[in-house]
């Protein structure tokens, strides 16, 4: 057991709030609406993967760096972590992006 990949998780999590926050990209410009995506973006994914995962297509791979604390067959807890970090780097790339180009055509 070890918590490696979870603790590489939360680092790259606090990174994506630490952007956010500075360039005020998804949760700190509009923090209600921000949740709800990040909420709606970690069910449908959670969705794909329990189906998946019943379906016979998703395995949990054995590898030492995970905690081997399932929250469902074949479902660790770091996959949770791992579609939170996922929703929130594509909210803040698409709000980095929208930045760029409103500041392109400031220019």
Avoid at 2 to 13: A, E, R
Avoid at 34 to 48: C, P, R
Avoid at 73 to 86: A, G, N, R
Wanted: aromatic share 14%; net charge positive.
């Amino acid at each position: 057991m070890s918590i490696l990949y979870l603790l590489t998780l939360l680092v790259s999590l606090g990174g994506m709030v630490v952007l956010d926050w500075r360039f005020r990209l998804f949760f700190w410009k509009r923090p209600g609406r921000a949740a709800a995506v990040l909420g709606i973006g970690l069910a449908f994914f959670l969705a794909w993967d329990l189906a998946g995962i019943s379906l016979g297509i998703f395995h949990r791979g054995e590898t030492s760096v995970l905690t081997g604390v399932l929250l469902a067959p074949e479902l660790p807890l770091e996959e949770i972590f791992f579609l939170c970090f996922l929703c929130y780097l594509t909210m803040n790339l698409i709000g980095g992006v929208s930045l760029l180009r409103q500041r392109g055509r400031r220019l």
